[in-house]
């Protein structure tokens, strides 16, 4: 039986931006249910909550942990709204705490990869928990006929840009991450596969990506691979990288192809705090990487994070050391919060941390508008609201001896 679905992007009031990026995990599921032969239909909520004369047997929700108090209040609201309609709620926070679902009024929840999950939902009778893993290939393409990418908004080397995933997963396991206790190989995308993306993506007028895959060079000889496809095509390009893995080789490749820019997680300057969260890489790595990748004509964006375990007034003043001696072309600087399915969050104690709240009633957004973070956690050494000082005058800071621009404001 055909079914009508709609599918909710939650919005992300805690952004600067909610214009950036549409949700290509949707897109994905959306894609699936119309090969299947379902009415599909994607709103997300950050630009509007328009779904008019669209009466849906089933409603779709995606979710991180900071959305989780919107959440709170919008699935009954959505019950109330459409009393015939089941609910199902996946997502990131939903993979790493399924229980979470009952606790919102939820009919069912997806666990994993969401194509083969949402499909046994739509199709099947009632199961509380739907568990799904993918081989990617077998998938279609994301349905981005059915929203405007238009209204999305972002540049890349000059180019209007949007995201594409090539790969999902990552092999390592840091203790910080949401990710951190159900690691998996990645998954690589066929390169046929990618090739009809970029000429779709081609056709509708974008000429820059950014590539979402978790780490982009854990195999340099995909990498090499994938980047020749973007050159190909004419695509100027943004990609994450782990410093401990990035060569001279793959920075050339990834150079000659129409890349611009790398973005890595270096996370701290001191080698102490990535021991403690198990990084797998050093402080010497991160800085090699920025040299390398500026010796090839590649800019450089920096993720770093204070509050972390281990963190000190000692800690926070080599980051900003860090950052003042190897300058790269831009950073963040978020504060540590601990998400559902980190081991940190699972253990904070085994890590010397304190959580403060709770996810359902306190936003846990650790990236979003400066000034405006909300900090839930401390150590031995520092208080909550010692790392939010820190985390504002290092931004502060760092920006103005860089000569970058200064964040935030109204």
Not at 116 to 129: F, I, N, Q, T
């Amino acid at each position: 039986m055909q079914k009508r679905v709609l599918l909710l992007n939650p919005p992300s009031p805690f952004l600067w931006d909610q214009a950036v990026f549409p949700s290509l995990s949707l897109l994905y599921l959306a894609a699936s249910l119309e090969e299947w032969g379902h009415e599909v239909k994607v709103v997300d909520l950050g630009l509007d909550d328009n779904w008019d004369h669209f009466d849906p047997h089933v409603i779709g929700i995606t979710g991180l942990t900071p959305h989780i108090p919107f959440l709170k209040e919008y699935v009954p609201a959505l019950k109330r709204l459409h009393p015939d309609a089941k609910i199902i709620v996946g997502g990131p926070h939903f993979t790493n705490a399924p229980q979470d679902a009952r606790r919102l009024g939820a009919d069912e929840v997806c666990v994993g990869d969401g194509e083969p999950a949402v499909l046994r939902s739509v199709m099947a009778p009632h199961l509380p928990v739907r568990r799904g893993v993918v081989n990617i290939d077998e998938w279609p393409r994301p349905a981005r006929h059915l929203i405007d990418l238009h209204r999305y908004h972002y540049m890349v080397g000059g180019e209007r840009g949007t995201p594409i995933l090539t790969s999902r997963g990552c092999p390592f396991a840091c203790r910080y991450c949401s990710k951190g206790m159900g690691t998996r190989p990645a998954r690589y995308l066929a390169l046929d596969r990618v090739e009809e993306e970029l000429s779709e993506l081609r056709v509708k007028g974008f000429g820059g990506l950014q590539v979402y895959d978790d780490e982009v060079n854990i195999s340099t000889k995909r990498l090499v691979a994938v980047a020749r496809l973007f050159n190909v095509y004419g695509f100027k390009w943004r990609a994450f990288v782990r410093s401990n893995l990035f060569t001279r080789r793959q920075a050339e490749a990834m150079a000659d192809n129409g890349c611009v820019e790398v973005c890595c997680g270096v996370e701290s300057g001191s080698d102490e705090i990535l021991q403690a969260v198990d990084k797998k890489a050093t402080v010497a790595d991160a800085t090699r990487m920025v040299q390398v990748a500026r010796e090839v004509g590649l800019r450089v964006k920096a993720f770093l994070i204070l509050g972390l375990p281990g963190e000190s007034e000692e800690t926070a003043a080599a980051t900003r050391e860090w950052l003042l001696r190897v300058r790269p072309d831009d950073f963040d600087i978020a504060v540590f919060t601990p998400y559902p399915g980190s081991h940190i969050h699972a253990h904070p104690t085994w890590y010397d941390i304190n959580i403060e709240g709770s996810y359902w009633d306190v936003p846990y957004f650790h990236k979003g508008t400066p000034g405006q973070y909300k900090v839930v956690v401390s150590t031995s050494a520092l208080s909550a609201l010692r790392i939010q000082e820190l985390r504002d005058e290092i931004e502060f800071q760092v920006r103005n001896e860089l000569g970058l621009k200064q964040l935030g404001g109204e």
